[in-house]
């Protein structure tokens, strides 16, 4: 794609729920300036409702470029393209069909720069899936639908943190509709798409993956379920037979119990409940969900739209801070790949010290 004058990655960032605490983490996490040495940055959204949070959590003193279009972004500065209804209310801490409106507006809206190639990174503040699906969404999250437009259809998600990557088979889901959902193909294209994105997005020359199982104790050989029998260990063996290292399936007790994590390079878990779980014991609120397989990095915080602190100025940007400098790195992996040399690498943990 064509770049930025200054050839800056261009950085596309969704609202989120307008009543929650979306707006606070993107302004909060936009305040450091090192954040821009690489990066320009887009938000769909409103400046209207952009200025009401500025406001309410006393962030003052910052750039703001109101644009109708990606064409019309600017470097070193917040740039806003507005997808609301200027008549749209802010209610803090409640969940309302405008604000599922406002947040698929602002979906659909990156999306379309995405699929013209405009966006490289596409970063997803945190929304209300019930919401959002009263306003007409049909998928089980943001990422299912970037994946669905751009016709990916080998995508994987994956939470990444400095201790654990781990992703898991299927997407956010009732129990009820698992078994019917994991099947040995899906899981072992979930293998694949795991590795591949292993080595392009972190660099990671030959991964080693465990795979977990579903039943309790992994089935016990059987006495728990056969599903790991019958339809884990056979994807696992069809991957190995291609060079994938895998292992598995564990049981995912001792596993984490034992930190057995920390011999492998990421972890496969079958439901994304098996895999949220132990992230956030893990890594904490200081992760990033990333989706893999997409031709667009695709990244946004771990944490929901946390009404309950909505307009209150207590909101963490670190996941969301993260989640950009995260994007970046994985971009410029890919670049390595590609035998481009890189945008200057400036992973996250750089970027806390130089805010502490």
């Known amino acids: 794609m064509e770049k930025t004058p200054n050839n ?44 009401f949070h500025r406001k309410q959590v006393n962030l003052g003193n910052m750039v703001v470029n109101n644009a109708n279009s990606i064409e019309d972004i600017v470097p070193n500065a917040i740039n806003i393209i507005n997808v ?19 947040s698929l507006a602002a979906i659909h809206s990156a999306q379309a720069d995405v699929k013209n190639n405009l966006l490289d990174i596409l970063i ?33 998600l994956m939470m990444v943190g400095d201790k654990l990557k781990i992703a898991s088979v299927t997407s956010p889901m009732p129990v009820a509709n698992v078994l019917g959902a994991l099947t040995t193909e899906k ?8 590795n591949k994105s292993l080595k392009e997005d972190f660099a990671i020359r030959k ?16 006495a728990f379920g056969m599903e790991e029998g019958e339809r884990i260990l056979p994807a696992i063996d069809k991957a190995s037979e291609e060079d994938i290292v895998v292992f598995g399936p564990y049981s995912p007790d001792s596993f984490f119990a034992s930190e057995a994590y920390t011999k492998f390079d990421a972890v496969l878990a079958m439901t994304y409940d098996q895999a949220v779980v132990p992230f956030r014991i893990i890594e904490g609120y200081g992760g990033v969900c990333y989706t893999g397989g997409l031709p667009v990095v695709c990244t946004s915080p ?29 971009m410029n992996s890919r670049k390595i790949l590609d035998g481009i040399v890189p945008l200057r690498k400036q992973t996250e943990q750089v970027a806390d010290k130089k805010i502490c």
């Open 84 to 102: 609301c209804d200027e008549n749209t209310r802010v209610e803090l801490g409640s969940s309302t069909i405008q604000a599922g409106e406002c």
């Open 302 to 330: 771990v944490h929901g739209p946390a009404y309950d602190i909505a307009g209150k100025a207590e909101a963490n940007d670190l996941s969301m801070r993260n989640a950009i400098y995260r994007a970046v790195d994985i």
């Open 187 to 194: 899981i072992y294209w979930k293998i694949k798409t795991l």
């Open 8 to 51: 800056k990655y261009v950085v596309g960032i969704t609202q989120g729920d307008i009543n929650g605490i979306g707006y606070e983490v993107i302004f909060k996490a936009l305040a450091d300036p090192a954040i821009y040495d690489d990066c320009t940055f887009v938000i769909y959204g409103s400046p209207k409702i952009a200025a």
């Open 207 to 222: 991964p080693r993956i465990a795979v977990l199982g579903l039943n309790p104790y992994a089935g016990d050989g059987g």
């Open 124 to 156: 997803n503040a945190p929304v209300n899936t019930a919401n959002l699906m009263d306003a007409g969404f049909k998928f089980a999250g943001v990422p299912e639908s970037v994946a669905h437009e751009l016709n990916c259809r080998n995508f994987i």
